[in-house]
């Protein structure tokens, strides 16, 4: 079992992903070009929650300082990286994200 697995399903990591975009008022004030980027992000993550990667993501909506936040799920630590590296909105430069191991409890 992984030093990060509480969910009593041997064999998978989990992680927080935290996203920031390039400013507070993004959400508000998006380029198309930009937008369009999101569109794709939005796609790209939930494509991994259809594979059962993404268990949930989406946006945190904290005035003056929001961010985004996705709860993974992988078989090895080297994944994340590579799963962050491939997100639309990192390729173009629009958000950038960290990544910490957790000890998620997810349902059965």
Partial sequence: ???NNASGN???MHFMLW???P????SEDMTAEE???MHQHIAYWTEKQNQGIA???GPVRKKD???GLAVIEVEHADQVPQLI???PAVIAGIMTTEFYPMMAVVPK
């Fill in 35 to 37: 937008r369009s980027t």
């Fill in 65 to 67: 300082d929001p961010h």
């Fill in 10 to 12: 041997p064999g998978k």
């Fill in 23 to 26: 400013r507070a008022t993004f």
């Fill in 55 to 57: 268990l949930v993501f």
């Fill in 19 to 21: 996203s920031t975009p």
């Fill in 85 to 87: 590296a491939e997100d």
């Fill in 1 to 3: 079992m992984s030093d």
